[in-house]
């Protein structure tokens, strides 16, 4: 099962180191987030990235490292 992240920070400052990923945010190259999945099956996040029509996954994060997540709450 799926979920729908809106906002992913990774670091345990989340004020002053984290690195923080948010659906519609700017990124590598021209490319737009389009999505962020929390996959239960192996405890992970996912970062899926858009331009033009074209989604690819770009970044994933397991739960070994700080991570605060934000939820999608108009889905």
Do not use: C
Not at 32 to 52: A, F, G, R, V, W
Not at 56 to 66: D, G, R, T, V
Request: aromatic share 14%; glycine share 6%.
């Amino acid at each position: 099962m799926n979920s729908v992240v809106r906002k992913i920070s990774i670091g345990s400052d989340y004020k002053n180191d984290a690195m923080h990923y948010a659906v519609g945010q700017k990124v590598y190259g021209g490319h737009t987030i389009s999505t962020i999945l929390y996959s239960e099956d192996d405890n992970s996040y996912s970062i899926y990235i858009k331009k033009e029509d074209e989604v690819m996954p770009w970044k994933k994060f397991n739960s070994n490292m700080a991570i605060s997540v934000e939820y999608d709450l108009e889905y």
